[in-house]
């Protein structure tokens, strides 16, 4: 099983750089680190997609960022209410039931 996934993540970073997967080296010591590989390899592949805050929220990782302009580090802890989206206003006066999530 961890055999098969990291030959698919074998393709995917070969495909990326011009390599074959034969040329690829990857850590599938075990299963933590191979997630951790996959995780990192589907942050590049769709970073400029918007599924970050998606994908930390249901891994329910804490998001780090660092700021560039004065070197302060920037900490939300999951769970954090920062992590939900509000719903839209015209859902909200379509149901008279539902609750906004907390800001």
């Given at each position: 099983?961890?055999?098969?996934?990291?030959?698919?993540?074998?393709?995917?970073?070969?495909?990326?750089?011009?390599?074959?997967?034969?040329?690829?080296?990857i850590?599938?010591?075990?299963?933590?680190?191979?997630?951790?590989?996959?995780?990192?390899?589907?942050?590049?592949?769709?970073?400029?997609?918007?599924?970050?805050?998606?994908?930390?929220?249901?891994?329910?990782?804490?998001?780090?960022?660092?700021?560039?302009?004065?070197?302060?580090l920037?900490?939300?802890?999951?769970?954090?209410?920062?992590?939900?989206?509000?719903?839209?206003?015209?859902?909200?006066?379509?149901?008279?039931n539902?609750?906004?999530?907390?800001?």
């Amino acid at each position: 099983m961890l055999a098969e996934a990291a030959a698919d993540v074998k393709q995917i970073i070969a495909r990326a750089y011009g390599k074959t997967p034969a040329e690829i080296t990857i850590d599938e010591s075990s299963k933590e680190a191979l997630a951790a590989v996959i995780i990192k390899e589907r942050t590049k592949e769709l970073c400029f997609e918007a599924h970050n805050l998606f994908d930390i929220t249901r891994q329910k990782r804490s998001l780090i960022r660092e700021s560039k302009t004065n070197s302060t580090l920037k900490k939300l802890t999951y769970p954090n209410n920062k992590f939900i989206l509000p719903i839209p206003q015209t859902e909200l006066n379509a149901n008279p039931n539902m609750v906004q999530n907390p800001l």
